[in-house]
């Protein structure tokens, strides 16, 4: 279960620092909900402070006031122990996978989590096939397309079986086909998932939907109502 | 193609050697190059690490074209110290350039990184009694071996980028977003090991 109450995140006001008078500017918030569905999803116009919210819930981004608890433990007090609990998946693949072949990659995952090493080769190559990428596991990472990375990227997570996954855009960056082979696969994660997109019809099959305008959750519910919200909000021109 | 941290599957007797050994045989390269002084010397090492990547079977064009740009810097500090000091000091600093990095090379195509973690993690042990970590240790040496292709991928991803907008003859066009792109990046992987967990 995720919890946050009143949380706030604030940043100075970039190129005022000099003038020794830097302003504060609100990216998100104040964002109080409990978040216990299985399938969240975040939607909102570029810049609305969907990434900062989701960075916020494995503590990549700490509340300036409030608080963020997932099952209990405090992001800014617990942040090792909630990262354990919360995997991350990034929009861009290249920003996440560091090693240069897969199964390197997932093996580092499975490092911190104090694997022997006789045994993260195994578990890493088990990992790589739950996502469909067995016959990839020794190509160099830049041999793989965009979406088997991405699928990389979900395995690495995955491979630390944590009990939430928060997506910042999953499938942006992908065609058609990898969008649909990566929302299949999120689709049936036993895991909570909470994902921030721009595809309406993955938010659609949310339990839940969050809209974000403005650093403000300015809708909270059902789908179908929130994607009407969210609809209205994006017919008015950007200013 | 990349030359360093880009390990391939093979099976030649370097995969199979002891990742310590091969490090150790690295660090020994290293001392005989600043160790030794004179051309035969430098030839000499250099021909062993030809050698090397000959037994490993790292294959010779990708090689080469990876090299180039270590050449390149090669030639250009092989070219200043030409004008001042001679000939000789001059071939012994570009042998010597492409000897370090060509053994660099061998290691990290024989060996997976996993592998190469492990090792660096047990010679970093030591640290642990001054509060460094050694697998932070370890991973950090990591990173810098993946970084170099990255950055070399980098610079020619913006040089094709200003050469598409005719501009590629100045070096200011393309070595500040270069520097920017670098520096993004390693943010960006910083963050990615955060979210990971790898660096609580």
Redesign the interface.
Known sequence: MIELDGAVVTAYAPGEARRGAARVVTLLGPVTATLTERRVAVVGANGSGKSTLARLL?G?TLPSAGSVRVDGLDTARD??AV??RV??L?T?PD??V????P??DV???L??LGVP?RE??ARAREALGRVGLASRA?L?V?ALSGGQRQLLALA??LA?EPAVLVCDEPTTLLDLRWRRVVDGLLADLPQQVVQVTHDLDAAARADRVLVVDGGRVVHDGAPGAALDAYRALMAVEPA | M?LL?????ARTPLDRAPVGAKLVGLALLGVAVVATRGVPAALVLLGLAVGAAAVAALPPRPTLRGLLPVLVTALLAGAYQAWARGWGPAVEVVADLLTLVLGAAVVTATT???RL??ALARAARPLRRVGVPP?LVALAV??VL?SVPEIARTVHEVRDAARARGAERDPRVWLTPAVLRVVG?AR??G????????V?
């Open positions: 494995n990549l942040g090792a990262r354990r995997g991350f990034f861009d920003a996440q560091v090693m240069p072949t199964v390197e093996a580092l995952s490092r911190r090493a993260r080769d020794d160099p830049r690495a997570v630390t | 990349t941290g880009a390990h391939r599957t997976p990184a996993d973690l492990d697998d990591a990173l993946r990046r960006d992987l963050e990615a090991l955060a979210a990971r967990g790898i609580d």
